[in-house]
Nanobody, 131 residues
Framework: QVQLVESGGGLVQAGGSLRLSCAAS??????????MAWFRQAPGNERGFVAA????????????HYPESVKGRFAISRDNAKNTVYLQLNSLKPEDTAVYYC??????????????????WGQGTQVTVSS
């Protein structure tokens, strides 16, 4: 069983930055083999894809993926030695306000941008951006 614990959320003004962290643990967990992702959910909305990092072979190593809404502003990274994935949030906008969730799944699913592809989830961390 994999446990994910997010941290780093908070209140920030528009244009500001935050760095979220997600620490993973559990059993014989081989962190490097997992696709790690961030999703977010605002009240009344579905959980939406924010970023993912996954193993894409020895030529690419770990690839990163983002929807257009956050591309160029958010950056996902991972430290396999620390079993931790990060999400750097820059140039934040009020519409980025949501609970941010860390997610994990073994290997590299084709549909990595879909919440249903992940079987491990953290409890979430609130990000609030004021205008």
């Amino acid at each position: 069983q994999v446990q994910l614990v997010e941290s780093g959320g908070g209140l920030v003004q528009a244009g500001g930055s935050l760095r979220l962290s997600c620490a993973a643990s559990g059993g014989t967990f081989a962190f490097g083999s997992y696709t790690m992702a961030w999703f977010r959910q605002a009240p009344g909305n579905e959980r939406g894809f924010v970023a993912a990092t996954r193993w894409s072979g020895p030529m690419v190593n770990y690839s990163t993926h983002y929807p257009e809404s956050v591309k160029g502003r958010f950056a996902i990274s991972r430290d396999n030695a620390k079993n931790t994935v990060y999400l750097q949030l820059n140039s934040l906008k009020p519409e980025d306000t949501a609970v941010y969730y860390c997610a994990a799944v073994w290997h590299s699913p084709t549909y990595y941008s879909r919440a249903g592809a992940y079987n491990y989830w953290g409890q979430g961390t609130q990000v609030t951006v004021s205008s």
